[in-house]
């Protein structure tokens, strides 16, 4: 077999063919737990969000996440502790969604998560409350080992 322009351009297409195919399979098998299954609620709720993390910047750094030997402390200030009884921790794992945590708690200066609760990564941690009808949300990250 003789290989001139249109045997090339043959073999072109066919391996253009073969490896659109093997992205297309690739790519129907991946994992999108990233996306939220009520983006059309948050989406709708942007605003709302703003205006909460534009209330809680005040508040920013009265919230230190410790990691310690047997998990995570998170060190709640005096003047979060004034304004409500009790906080909503969420622990969101970005790789897993399965691995996402929610704890409710009463306010104290320190609450601990142990670490058979969570798994080794990166978290993100929301922690929010409510004051007088207004909610405030503040985030932090933390690395457990």
């Not at 942007?46 to 919230?63: F, H, K, V």
């Amino acid at each position: 077999m003789k290989f001139n322009w249109g045997t090339g351009i043959i073999l072109f297409f066919v391996l253009f063919f073969v490896l659109a195919g093997l992205f297309i399979n690739f790519a129907v098998h991946q994992n999108n737990d990233l996306v939220s299954e009520d983006h059309y609620k948050l989406g709708a709720e942007y605003t709302t969000q703003m205006q909460t993390i534009q209330r809680s910047l005040a508040y920013r750094d009265s919230i230190v996440v410790q990691s310690e030997t047997d998990g995570i402390s998170i060190l709640l200030g005096k003047n979060i502790r004034e304004l409500t009884d009790s906080v909503s921790l969420y622990f969101f794992k970005s790789t897993d969604k399965n691995r996402d945590l929610t704890i409710h708690a009463a306010t104290s200066p320190s609450i601990k998560v142990g670490k058979e609760r969570l798994v080794h990564g990166r978290y993100k941690i929301f922690v929010s409350w409510e004051k007088k009808h207004e909610r405030f949300e503040v985030e932090k990250e933390c690395f457990v080992e």
